[in-house]
Antibody, heavy 123, light 108 residues
Framework: QVQLVESGGGVVQPGRSLRLSCAASGFTFSNFAMHWVRQAPGKGLEWVAVISYDGRNKYYADSVKGRFTISRDDSENTLYLQMNSLRTDDTAVYYC????????????????WGQGTLVTVST | EIVLTQSPATLSLSPGERATLSCRASQSVSSYLAWYQQKPGQAPRLLIY???NRATGIPARFSGSGSGTDFTLTISSLEPEDFAVYYC??????????FGGGTKVEIK
């Protein structure tokens, strides 16, 4: 069965860096685009970034562009989010999610989600 | 950026009642709209894609309709496990991929 397991969250000071990981299993990871979506405490969902199935194309929300980098290692079936220059408003649960349709970047939504990892940016 | 506006913010209903949730887009998204359910402490779950197609394993009491700028998620008869927050998402005009602000369906 498809599983996505995030890790790497924690408490970090403003301006510091953190790298999140998402370990995928149960499907051919290299066939699917992957997303990061976050949710601030008590708030709604905010899309963060997407990487195409082949890693060639990456897109970001304006709120994280230039600070966050999405990447993937298909040999390890792992998705990453490198977060630099963290701000207090980056505090959120970060989910990785699979694009539903193989071979495209975005089309029909996200059919599998991890359980999320909490990032808290605070002094 | 396409803005999705969901209404109402909160819907108070009893089990067995019909729930009608609305999602309005600031410009046409054709049929590229998805709906998600999220329960406290859990990840979102895909319910509907392409405006009206149920995702795998989703009960038939969930249905989606609409195209262009106006969409509806209907739960024909609320079960206790359906009380949750529901989000719409547009999948045509990106980046950014955008979500609506959510509708909470609570027990009356």
């Amino acid at each position: 069965q498809v599983q996505l397991v995030e890790s790497g969250g924690g408490v970090v000071q403003p301006g510091r860096s953190l790298r999140l990981s998402c370990a995928a299993s149960g499907f051919t990871f290299s066939n699917f685009a992957m997303h990061w979506v976050r949710q601030a405490p008590g708030k709604g969902l905010e899309w963060v970034a997407v990487i195409s199935y082949d890693g060639r194309n990456k897109y970001y929300a304006d709120s994280v562009k230039g600070r966050f980098t999405i990447s993937r290692d298909d040999s390890e079936n792992t998705l990453y989010l490198q977060m630099n220059s963290l701000r207090t408003d980056d505090t959120a649960v970060y989910y990785c999610a699979r694009e539903k349709v193989r071979g495209v970047i975005i089309k029909e939504g996200n059919d599998y989600w991890g359980q999320g990892t909490l990032v808290t940016v605070s002094t | 950026e396409i803005v999705l506006t969901q209404s109402p913010a909160t819907l108070s209903l009893s089990p067995g009642e019909r729930a009608t949730l609305s999602c309005r887009a600031s410009q046409s998204v054709s049929s590229y709209l998805a709906w998600y359910q999220q329960k406290p402490g859990q990840a979102p779950r895909l319910l509907i894609y392409d405006a009206s197609n149920r995702a795998t394993g989703i009960p038939a009491r969930f249905s989606g309709s609409g195209s262009g700028t106006d969409f509806t998620l209907t739960i024909s008869s609320l079960e206790p496990e359906d009380f949750a927050v529901y989000y719409c998402q547009q999948c045509i005009n990106w980046p950014p991929l955008t979500f609506g602000g959510g509708t909470k369906v609570e027990i009356k």
